[in-house]
Nanobody, 124 residues
Framework: DVQLQASGGGLVQAGGSLRLSCAASGFTFDDYAIGWFRQAPGKEREGVSCISSSDSSTYYADSVKGRFTISSDSAKNTVYLQMNSLKLEDTAVYYC?????????????????WGQGTLVTVSS
């Protein structure tokens, strides 16, 4: 079975850091791109970052550029999202997703599989 297990969320003060992990299983990790999305209360889900396992290309939403870093560890089938300088507006449930034909990194339709979310709460 395909599984994407997101973890690492929690409560952090503004300006702090968190690292999210997305552990993948049940598919050939190197054939897929992994994306991170988030959904804040009352808002639509939005793409945050994406990494292509084939060539390690990375993509970031403008709102997180310079603060978030996505990375991949093929040996562990895990993708990380390092989040620094967190802001109140980063509060959301964060989801990871996997897609084998990701042409639009921040489109939900690009992804075949989705994990459960992990909650990130940034406090003042």
């Amino acid at each position: 079975d395909v599984q994407l297990q997101a973890s690492g969320g929690g409560l952090v003060q503004a300006g702090g850091s968190l690292r999210l992990s997305c552990a993948a299983s049940g598919f050939t990790f190197d054939d897929y791109a992994i994306g991170w999305f988030r959904q804040a209360p009352g808002k639509e889900r939005e793409g945050v970052s994406c990494i292509s396992s084939s060539d390690s290309s990375t993509y970031y939403a403008d709102s997180v550029k310079g603060r978030f870093t996505i990375s991949s560890d093929s040996a562990k089938n895990t993708v990380y999202l390092q989040m620094n300088s967190l802001k109140l507006e980063d509060t959301a449930v964060y989801y990871c997703a996997a897609g084998d034909q990701v042409r639009l990194p921040f489109s939900d339709y690009s992804y075949n599989y989705w994990g459960q979310g992990t909650l990130v709460t940034v406090s003042s």
